[in-house]
């Protein structure tokens, strides 16, 4: 069984530029959550998604953030105009439906020079 | 906002000796969930528990959910060297379906042979 699947790992982009980050969640699972990490924190929620739905995004910044997860195809966290403060570790999780366990994916490392 | 407070902050033991760890909050949590995060790699879950008053373990892990639901604690007995991460509790505050997970600041582990 394939975990949780994020893309790119590494992922450098200029101030000014959007990043895109990818996530796939486990087979079965329909939830997913994103969480950023900053060095030597503990994981803050951003976003909760089902399928075509935001279910709660209390975490997200108001401005240049956005999340989808589209009927097909995986879960996207977008980041416009990016700048130095956005440069952090990004987790992707995924459960099943009635299950408080959040898996997680390796995660998807956002530098902003 | 809720916040979970972890401590120790660090530990540096030798192999073999047990491990104790804990959460508290000041608010009222539903599910604990305990993960292990290694360097450059998303947090792996270890255990969770539903219930105040609950003793669950995994091998050499034990964790329990604190009676008044404000805290939980995380054992590990017999330590080996690729103990050697940080640790995050993390907790569930919500009603009948699930969502965001609030992290403690995380108990780095260090086993020296």
């Known amino acids: 069984n394939a975990g949780v699947m994020q893309n790119p790992r590494h992922l450098v982009r200029r101030r000014g530029q959007e990043a895109r980050l990818r996530c796939s969640p486990m087979k079965g699972h329909s939830h997913v959550y994103w969480y950023r990490q900053l060095p030597e924190e503990g994981l803050k929620f951003m976003v909760y998604l089902q399928k075509e739905n935001i279910i709660d995004e209390s975490g997200m910044p108001k401005e240049r953030f956005s999340a989808e997860f589209p009927k097909e195809g995986p879960s996207i966290l977008r980041i416009q105009q990016v700048v130095r403060g956005d440069s952090a570790a990004y987790f992707c999780?995924?459960?099943?439906?009635?299950?408080?366990?959040?898996?997680f994916g390796p995660g998807t490392r956002l530098t902003v020079t | 906002g809720q916040q979970l407070n972890q401590s120790p902050q660090s530990m540096f033991i030798q192999e073999g000796e047990d491990v104790s760890m804990n959460c508290t909050s000041s608010?009222?949590?539903?599910?604990w969930l305990w993960y292990k995060q290694d360097p450059g790699e998303g947090p792996v879950l270890l255990i969770a528990?539903?219930?105040?008053?609950e003793l669950t373990s995994n091998g050499r892990l034990t964790a329990q959910f604190g009676i008044t639901r404000k805290d939980s604690f995380l054992n590990i007995s017999a330590s080996i060297p690729s103990d050697v991460g940080i640790y995050f509790c993390a907790g569930f505050a919500g009603g009948t379906s699930y969502g965001k997970l609030t992290f403690g600041q995380g108990t780095i582990l260090t086993v020296h042979p």
């Open positions: 608010s009222i949590f539903n599910t």
């Open positions: 528990l539903y219930k105040a008053g």
């Open positions: 999780a995924s459960s099943p439906t009635g299950s408080a366990e959040q898996y």
